[in-house]
């Protein structure tokens, strides 16, 4: 069983959409939760980074975490067909003094017009 | 500030051949992390640097090697290329009072034919 669990999708919904995306893990030793997006050929851009439980909103996105269930989930309000990408959670802990990501699959994500 | 640079962008090995990629941090960031990207495995953590260090190694076989330069600039070395070594590498840089934030580049594509 991966460390990191995530719906690849395909996920398509209509311009104007709420997403919902969602992880699960199984190491409660995470302790730092992030969401990046991918497009196609580029590299990952980080979106959003949450420390432990709560919310955290920035614009039009929303992270939240629940420790508890082990289940974090990223919302996109007003979805724009620029969101068209794939998007992956992320997870850490504190390892030897640095930091070492585990990542989700990826959820690929289509806002048509 | 600029983002983190790799080179080259592209590249075809045979098997057997070796490879050097390079990565250059975001500037005034210390920490280097390197991943592979497959279809198949999603992204997976190779190593971590730290001052020239290395602080955090994946579970990857020998072949698999970085190091990290006094500016920062790290490369990663992959010996005797296999088939299965085709995939996206990608670097990471880290701010050092953020080490969990995670700041990609835009990939090396390596094909091993």
């Known amino acids: 069983q991966k460390e990191v669990e995530q719906d690849p999708g395909p996920l398509s919904v209509p311009e104007g959409a709420i997403v919902s995306l969602n992880c699960t893990y199984s190491?409660?030793?995470?302790?730092?939760f992030m969401w990046y997006r991918q497009y196609s050929r580029k590299g990952p851009e980080l979106l959003m980074y949450?420390?432990?439980?709560g919310n955290k909103e920035d614009g039009r996105f929303t992270a939240q975490v629940d420790k508890s269930s082990k289940y974090i989930s990223l919302f996109i309000r007003d979805s724009q067909p620029s969101d068209s990408a794939t998007y992956l959670c992320a997870m850490s802990r504190r390892t030897g003094g640095g930091n070492k990501l585990t990542f989700g699959t990826g959820t690929q994500l289509k806002v048509e017009l | 500030k600029a983002g983190v640079t790799q080179t080259p962008r592209y590249l075809i090995k045979t098997r057997g051949q070796q490879v050097t990629l390079s990565c250059s941090p975001i500037s005034g960031h210390r920490s280097v992390s390197w991943y592979q990207q497959t279809p198949g495995q999603g992204l997976q953590f190779l190593f971590e640097y730290f001052s020239e260090t290395q602080r955090n190694k994946g579970n990857f076989p020998g072949r698999f090697s970085g190091r990290q330069f006094s500016n920062s600039r790290s490369e990663m070395n992959v010996s005797t290329l296999e088939l299965g070594d085709s995939a996206l590498y990608l670097c990471a840089s880290s701010p050092v009072r953020s080490q969990e934030t995670q700041y990609f580049g835009p990939g090396t594509r390596l094909l091993v034919l």
């Open positions: 190491n409660s030793a995470f302790q730092y």
């Open positions: 949450t420390y432990s439980s």
